[in-house]
């Protein structure tokens, strides 16, 4: 069962726009993690935020963290062409190393 | 891109065969993590292996078996395979485990498609 949802299931924006995707997961967590998977490949690592952090960026990147809620969110600034991607935030969860991953946000940035 | 690698990238089995998919983890990472994701699914946690010892296992069934090497890379096994067994399988190598693990970084991936 996936621990995590991303919401919205789907995004399309233009180039300049920013990109805005949340997170939701169930269980307490050490840390919450944001991969970026294209078309069906690898997924790559984007950033990872401790749990007693609330904020933390990575270039055009912008994750917040709310414990309280359960939730994150990716912002993406300034997006390009090349950000179309999935998107899937991860939660260690109570294991500690088993990453639960959601279904992920489909985004689609168009010229 | 990260130094995870697999082999190989696109394999077609029959139901009832089984499969070897192969993994070579980062240098100094000593931790591999085996992932199963279904088309429109995101990744489901398959088990780990930490310094060749299996350290935690998802749902999923005994026939799905794996082995760590002094070198750190793996092997996954699955057997008997089924037609929901098709999807892409993904290793991911880290260092540590628990508390103490860090970032887990994925290979490319092999894509199974059993007929």
């Known amino acids: 069962s996936q621990q995590g949802e991303e919401d919205p299931q789907a995004l399309s924006i233009q180039e300049g726009e920013n990109a805005t995707m949340n997170c939701s997961y169930k269980t307490s967590i050490n840390n919450l993690q944001w991969y970026r998977q294209n078309s069906g490949r690898g997924l790559v690592h984007l950033i990872l935020i401790r749990s007693n952090e609330r904020e933390k960026h990575s270039g055009r990147l912008r994750v917040t963290l709310d414990t309280s809620k359960k939730s994150s969110s990716l912002l993406i600034t300034a997006s390009r062409a090349a950000d179309t991607a999935s998107y899937f935030c991860a939660t260690d969860g109570n294991s500690g190393y088993a990453l639960n991953f959601g279904k992920g946000t489909s985004l689609l940035v168009t010229p | 891109e990260t130094g995870v690698t697999q082999s190989p990238t696109h394999l077609i089995k029959t139901r009832g065969q089984q499969v070897t998919l192969r993994c070579s983890s980062q240098s100094g990472h000593n931790t591999v993590s085996w992932y199963q994701q279904a088309l429109g699914q995101g990744p489901q946690f398959i088990f780990q292996y930490y310094r060749e010892e299996e350290n935690g296992r998802g749902n999923f069934p005994p026939r799905f078996s794996g082995l760590q090497f002094p070198n750190y890379s793996s092997e996954l096994n699955v057997n008997a395979l089924e037609l929901d067994d098709s999807a892409l399988y993904l290793c991911?190598?880290?260092?540590?485990?628990?508390?103490?693990?860090?970032?887990?970084?994925f290979g490319p991936g092999t894509r199974l498609l059993v007929l």
């Open positions: 991911a190598s880290s260092r540590g485990t628990g508390g103490n693990q860090e970032t887990q970084y």
